[in-house]
């Protein structure tokens, strides 16, 4: 079982130096979520039919959680904004040009914004489907089971990724809470309907498609 060739990982400079920079610097999990992240995000990118440049597409995923780490996150920025600064500082130093670091760049920054990135440029629409899929589980049918076991063999979610993964999260962004401030027109609806439930961003993860995690009693997502 073995990962189609058009969602490979480059076999370029770059990309080798960018898998050596990330495993030193994140995780086993976060480096196992950016790889699949990528893969996922390659893999969509064939399934819509997309030309994207797959050494970008790389570089994105492998960064866009780097701002969780303590030696990338800064004290009042967002930890996208981290990530994204990272990168462009990274490929900066191998020569890649203004427009695709600045392409890189809003790949990251705009990860955790649904209904954005999937009208933008290939590659920022991809990492955020990499990450839809990886995290959320909200494209799972759309890749096969084979696809799937694939991407999943060469780089293990762990048993309890759901919760590991919001673990991640919370120890990288809760310093700045203030950073975390969402979509703010859904405050707007709240305001105007006492009845209005917000979307939860957990709760999504723990109920998808996705083996593995359970549904927390009490957690607001609506089901007993």
């Known amino acids: 079982m073995s990962i189609r060739p058009e969602a490979a990982v480059p076999d370029s400079r770059l990309a080798r130096a960018v898998t050596e920079f990330i495993r030193d610097n994140e995780t086993d999990l976060l480096f196992n979520h950016s790889s699949r992240v990528y893969h996922f995000g390659a893999l969509a990118g064939v399934h819509r039919g997309l030309t994207f440049d797959r050494e970008l597409l790389y570089a994105g995923a492998m960064f866009h959680d780097l701002g969780l780490m303590p030696d990338y996150g800064s004290a009042d920025e967002r930890f996208e904004v981290d990530g994204a600064n990272a990168a462009r ?19 990251i920054a705009l990860h955790t914004t649904p209904g954005i990135p999937v009208h933008m440029h290939p590659v920022v629409a991809l990492v955020t489907a990499g990450v839809e899929m990886d995290v959320l589980g909200l494209t799972y049918d759309q890749y096969s089971e084979e696809e799937r076991a694939a991407v999943v063999s060469a ?44 979307g939860n961003f957990c709760n999504v993860i723990r109920n998808s498609r996705w083996p593995g995690g359970a549904h927390a009693p009490g957690c607001g997502c609506g089901q007993p």
């Open 89 to 107: 500082d990274f490929l900066r130093s191998y020569g890649v040009s203004e427009a695709d670091l600045s392409t890189v760049w809003t790949a």
């Open 155 to 198: 780089f293990p979610r762990t048993p309890d990724f759901k919760d590991d993964i919001i673990q991640a999260f919370y120890d990288g962004i809760k310093h700045k809470p203030e950073t975390t401030f969402g979509n703010v027109k859904a405050d707007v609806i709240a305001d105007k309907e006492p009845g209005f439930r917000r």
